[in-house]
């Protein structure tokens, strides 16, 4: 008996390619835009996904081994987001510094915070992400 056979898994076909496409083009949309993705987040869209194809979802087949499948069959990988930088709109910087400035000098210094540093994360965005290695 051929070795090679008993320790291969069975490859399975995609069952709708058309929404796997089409998820996968939108993944890689919201990573140009830098908009963070979770599991739970990409399995909703892929239900919103099938009713729009009116494929007949069924909630189990996108269960935690679909995304699972999905993510490997696209190179996505869960990946940690970093400082702000990236979503910073530095020209809005540029206009309002001075106006901030401004407004700083009627107070005292040890009055002024930065909030960065202050440990409210209230309805913090996530810091992880799923994204094309």
């Known amino acids: 008996m051929d070795s090679t056979k008993l320790t291969s898994k069975r490859q399975r076909a995609v ?3 058309e929404l796997d496409n089409v998820l996968a083009n939108w993944v890689l949309q919201c990573q140009a835009r830098r908009v963070a993705l979770s599991g739970d987040l990409i399995k909703e869209k892929t239900r919103q996904f099938a009713r729009q194809l009116e494929l007949g979802e069924r909630t189990s087949e996108f269960s935690n081994g679909w995304f699972a499948k999905f993510n490997i069959r696209h190179g996505f ?3 940690k987001s970093y400082g ?7 020209d809005a910087i540029d206009r309002n510094m001075p106006k901030i400035k401004e407004k700083l000098q009627s107070y005292s210094l040890q009055d002024i915070y930065n909030m960065d540093e ?3 994360f209230y309805r913090m965005a996530p810091d992880r992400t799923i ?3």
Do not use: M, N, V, Y
């Open 15 to 17: 069952k709708h390619l």
């Open 77 to 79: 990988k869960a990946q």
């Open 84 to 90: 702000e930088s990236g979503s910073a709109d530095l």
């Open 118 to 120: 202050t440990g409210l």
């Open 131 to 133: 994204a094309r290695r």
